[in-house]
């Protein structure tokens, strides 16, 4: 049922300042391959056949990537290694592009999707989040809760206490285990946080959040927050959080980024 995903990749990545004024934060490489990679790895072993990616002008360094060099493998046929672009070739998915002009926040770069989503349900992943699972892809989680209830799902990690503040926590019913109907989110909450449950870059949505974001107006930042759009939909319709079961890497943050390198490049 989920074939559509975007993903936002127009921000200016300052938490990664100031490698990310020449590197976008989207190809930090994870071995020989970019963190974004292992997203559209991700998206293609959840069953996404297309995707739209939201970029700025300066990251046409992804567009390349995603594309095929015609001198390079030239090259390597002449020089009898074919073999390597067979070994590290890029993901086989169908690819659109679109430039968000200004930063205005990631619900301005989700609602620039809408006549690429059409009226189908779809996905989003961010691509600061990696989430390793040895068996079953983050998103795929999400989607498989969707197909059983026909409602937006949204992806939630467990949080330690101290780290809440810098996320937007759910207030919510757990109706199964690890799945709760949403009540609210609240963003980032310096105090008294309505549970340890904060949700992370992986979101599946009915075609309804559209509606919401087209009118939602500029908050925190000056930018379209997703957050309030969600919060709107919340109270207007049944959505559900679902824990994702896996290791969770913001790689934004220094830690997290060297411990997922760690992990999938070990030194003997």
């Not at 300052?14 to 963190?35: D, Q, S, Y």
């Not at 690819?95 to 009226?119: C, E, N, S, T």
């Amino acid at each position: 049922m989920i074939k559509k995903a975007i993903i936002p990749a127009a921000g200016y990545g300052t938490r990664g300042l100031p490698i990310t004024k020449v590197l976008p934060k989207e190809m930090f490489p994870i071995g020989v391959k970019p963190a974004i990679h292992y997203v559209v790895e991700e998206a293609i072993e959840s069953g996404i056949e297309e995707i739209l990616m939201i970029v700025s002008r300066k990251k046409n360094m992804i567009i390349d990537y995603f594309d095929h060099s015609l001198e390079l493998e030239a090259f390597l046929e002449k020089e009898n290694k074919s073999h390597l672009l067979e070994k590290h070739k890029i993901p086989n998915v169908q690819i659109h592009y679109l430039r968000q002009p200004y930063a205005k926040g990631l619900g301005d770069a989700i609602r620039m999707g809408k006549v690429f989503i059409g009226d189908e349900p779809f996905a989003i992943l961010l691509p600061d989040d990696l989430i390793i699972h040895e068996s079953k892809p983050g998103l795929k989680q999400l989607i498989q809760e969707f197909e059983r209830t026909s409602k937006s799902v949204i992806g939630l990690n467990t949080v330690a206490d101290d780290q809440l503040k810098d996320y937007g926590v759910i207030k919510g019913k757990e109706v199964e285990p690890k799945f709760f109907e949403l009540e609210n989110i609240v963003e980032k909450p310096k105090n008294d946080p309505p549970s340890n449950h904060a949700v992370i870059g992986r979101y599946v949505f009915t075609p309804a959040i559209f509606s919401y974001l087209e009118r939602q107006k500029p908050s925190v930042g000056g930018e379209v927050q997703l957050t309030d759009s969600i919060m709107e939909l919340i109270v207007n319709e049944t959505c559900f959080g679902k824990v994702i079961e896996g290791n969770r890497y913001d790689i934004g943050k220094t830690r997290d980024y060297i411990e997922l390198v760690n992990r999938m490049n070990p030194i003997d």
